[in-house]
């Protein structure tokens, strides 16, 4: 028994190598090389660190904002479930890769029993013993054409795009406490310039309403007066339900309720965000873990392949045991009493009505899925990229011109407001000049909304957000360069 042991396992080893999985190769990015360039978009520039590599703490000026983030990633659900995953992949690929190796396991088993008389043989009560005690493997498949491996290449690619994904979950989630943040920012700004400005319209309403009681002011300029007080209550009341729908979008985002302690924020207007450089497009495709999730989940429709082909060929598995039986316990050990068996299997597909086939052709339309999912995924990199960076210089220009619309109505309010005072202008120029105000007042508040948005969108679209501080990246390629 030991010799033809010895002989399959040697037969085993020497098939062993045998895999029926399609060489892979990584398809082309259907991406141009070069960023887009033309009239909204600014040189790019290399840069020392990679958007990637830069920390979420160097790239997020503000304390208030670092300490949300900070909370996010210990609480948030979405992450933890990410993380779970990750565990559960893994799991599986521990449960693939043990049907590479045999179960070996041990048993014992006894039995006593009585025969009454008109049964036995004798004629008389027969009382029978036996007792066993085996060691043994149990229909252990004989990898041959690497059908078992296949499976066991493709859970281990499912398992790294676990991996990936839950980077992928941690950036976004760092995006979108970042993006919520700031418009819970600008929202409070919107409602203190709408809270200030219903405070001027209701003074001029005030005004005209003693002008109009003494002759000065018309019923009409006393009504339009009346409908910029309502106006300004009406934006104020969508404000305060908009702040108080951020804050709960916030929580949300953290797992928990926003913390009153937070440190002192940050202006709207003064440096919330540090440089994003842009590197190449290649770096993106390196870097990205979605892009990366992809590639692992085709590299498992690939794997899946070869075990669809591997079905098509005999499969050997192979039962075997050794150890002793006896009648009685005593002599369960003695010379005499050992016990084997040895028992092969084959199967071999001869007719299944074209399941195989079937099973064959559906791996590799699955993979071709894959295969457009990955270019997919590599083209919307490169448009939010690309967006991101058409926004940088735009925003930029537009930011400055409102700027300057902005004092332009602050002159035209002020102007308006001195002649309506000595009788040179009518009431309806002067609130003119308020209205044009109040909305440039406003648009300059969503614009650089817009803009803070669009960097953070950037930041992220590049893979920024996975290490907290720059330097971690460096530190982590040292040491997988010297366990290399």
């Known amino acids: 028994m030991s010799k033809s042991l010895l002989s399959l396992a040697v037969t085993a080893f020497i098939l062993g190598g045998c ?11 259907p991406v141009a090389a070069q960023w887009p360039q033309g009239p909204a978009y600014s040189p790019t520039e290399s840069a020392n660190v990679a958007a990637a590599e830069q920390g979420w703490r160097q790239f997020f000026q503000d304390p208030a904002l670092q300490q949300l983030i900070q909370t996010a990633l210990v609480n948030n659900r979405d992450l933890k479930v990410a993380a779970l995953n990750i565990d559960a992949y893994r799991a599986q690929y521990r449960i693939q890769r043990a049907d590479l190796f045999p179960a070996v396991s041990a048993n014992g088993n006894g039995s006593r029993q009585r025969l009454p008389g008109n049964l036995s043989q004798t004629g008389d009560a027969e009382i029978t013993s036996q007792y066993s005690a085996t060691l043994g493997v149990s229909a252990y498949e004989l990898d041959l054409f690497g059908r078992v491996r296949s499976l066991t290449e493709q859970q281990l690619e499912i398992y790294l795009s676990s991996e ?5 979950t941690q950036i976004a989630l760092v995006a979108s406490v970042a993006n919520a943040y700031f418009t819970w920012q600008a929202d409070q700004d919107l409602l203190k310039l709408t809270e200030d400005t219903l405070k001027t319209y209701e003074q001029s309403y005030a005004l005209t ?3 109009n009681e003494v002759g000065v002011a018309s019923a009409l300029d006393l009504s339009q007066a009346r409908t910029s007080v309502e106006g300004a209550r009406v934006k104020l009341a969508q404000y305060q339900r908009l702040v108080a729908q951020d804050q709960n979008s916030l929580a949300v985002l953290l797992g928990t309720g926003v913390p009153d302690n937070l440190p002192a924020a940050k202006d709207l207007d003064s440096d ?3 440089e994003v450089p842009a590197g190449l497009p290649s770096d993106v495709l390196h870097r990205r873990p979605d892009i990366q999730e992809a590639e692992h989940l085709l590299k498992a429709a690939n794997a899946n392949i070869g075990a669809a082909r591997a079905a098509f060929f005999p499969s050997i598995s192979l039962t ?8 009685d316990m005593g002599g369960l050990f003695k010379g005499g009493s050992g016990t084997w068996l040895f028992q092969p299997q084959i199967n071999l597909p001869i007719f299944n009505a074209g399941a195989l086939r079937a099973s064959l052709d559906y791996s590799k339309i699955q993979k071709d899925i894959n295969v457009a999912k990955y270019e997919k995924t590599i083209q919307t990199a490169f448009q939010e990229v690309s967006d991101g960076l058409a926004a940088r210089k735009t925003f930029n220009e537009q930011l400055q011109a409102q700027r300057d619309l902005v004092s332009a109505n602050q002159d035209y309010y002020r102007l308006a407001e001195r002649r309506y005072r000595i009788g040179v202008d009518s009431n309806l120029t002067f609130l003119d000049a308020q209205r044009q105000l109040f909305n440039s007042q406003q648009s300059l508040i969503t614009d650089r909304l817009s803009q803070l948005v669009s960097e953070v969108n950037l930041y992220k679209a590049l893979g920024g957000g996975w290490y907290e501080q720059t ?11 010297s366990k290399g």
């Open 19 to 29: 895999s029926l999985i399609p060489d892979y190769q990584t398809p082309d990015a």
């Open 164 to 168: 990936e994904a839950r980077r992928s």
């Open 209 to 211: 309403l003693r002008s």
């Open 272 to 274: 919330l965000l540090a």
């Open 320 to 327: 075997a045991n050794a150890g002793t039986i006896s009648p």
């Open 471 to 481: 330097g971690q990246a460096q530190q982590q390629a040292a040491a997988e360069s």
